[in-house]
């Protein structure tokens, strides 16, 4: 099974640059990063470039000019772009545990979709830590995280297949996903412009086409570098979106995954 590490980012190249590092440290190293860019400049660029020439995965760029948030489209652009069978989320500030990948790897079944959950490195100390301290004990210890027990391995995880009712919760930076059924409801809704309700909406999809929650503690572990909040001046609009799927039971969005899939074939055509 190919991998691949789809991550948003946005104008944080020191936080990214600890992630791709975390990516290379993996006991299981995915196949491919795809950084997938909402519009950072030259620092990120270059950063990616530099990584490129040593990372042990295939690094990908793809990237889109700065309109706002506009997380849906460029994670489509991402999943595009890569080549692998089963797509990992997160973000660029979230720095991954040594066997996140393994986890994932691990935890992948047909049918399912899987939600991870993160402990946060408390913004006072996000430039002191290092990809080398995504250990949950050690994080613990220097007193730097608060949900601590989100980032701890257990030595026997919690792991809850959703099969009955439907609970719409989803961390958009620790989710993990057949590339097939994100074709099946055409990939994240480009509808959703600014933050909020992008990642419950397309699980809600997958639940219509008939896909369950994986969800896991204990596992798959991860670390958020905590920064100020992204505004949610749309989150109305947004959870406006989201009922409108919820009644309708929608399993496709009209705006999605399959345009930029028609690109980059025609990309690869010429």
């Known amino acids: 099974m190919r991998i691949a590490i789809v991550m948003t980012t946005y104008e944080t190249p020191a936080a990214l640059a600890k992630v791709l590092e975390g990516y290379a440290l993996q006991s299981r190293v995915p196949d491919e990063v795809v950084v997938a860019d909402d519009g950072s ?9 530099h990584w490129r020439e040593k990372a042990p995965y295939r690094l990908l760029h793809v990237w889109q000019p700065n309109q706002g948030y506009r997380r849906s489209r460029v994670l489509n652009m991402g999943v595009a ?3 692998a069978d089963y797509i990992v989320f997160t973000d660029g ?4 545990h040594r066997d996140f990948v393994a986890d994932h790897q691990n935890l992948a079944e047909p049918g399912f979709w899987v939600q ?4 946060q490195i408390r913004e006072a100390f996000a430039l002191q830590a290092q990809a080398a301290d995504a250990r949950g004990l050690h994080l613990l210890r220097q007193g730097w995280v608060w949900r601590a027990a989100y ?3 257990w030595p026997i995880p919690l792991v809850w297949r959703q099969t009955g009712a439907f609970r719409e919760r989803a961390l958009g930076s620790n989710m993990a996903m057949w590339r097939s059924d994100l074709e099946a409801v055409n990939g994240y809704n480009e509808a959703f412009v600014g933050w909020g309700s992008e990642d419950r909406e397309v699980t809600v999809r997958l639940y219509h086409l008939g896909r369950r929650k994986k969800f896991v503690l204990g596992r798959a572990l991860q670390y ?3 920064h100020p909040a992204t505004s949610r001046q ?36 010429t």
């Open 151 to 153: 980032g701890l391995r």
């Open 81 to 83: 772009a890569s080549t």
């Open 41 to 49: 400049g030259s620092a990120t660029r270059e950063l990616i470039a």
């Open 234 to 269: 749309h989150a109305k609009d947004n959870g406006a979106i989201l009922a409108m799927v919820r009644a309708k039971r929608l399993i496709q969005c009209e705006q999605g995954l399959r345009q930029h899939m028609v690109a980059v074939r025609h990309v690869d055509a």
């Open 116 to 119: 991870g959950k993160r402990a």
């Open 93 to 96: 500030d979230c720095l991954p």
């Open 224 to 226: 958020h570098l905590d």
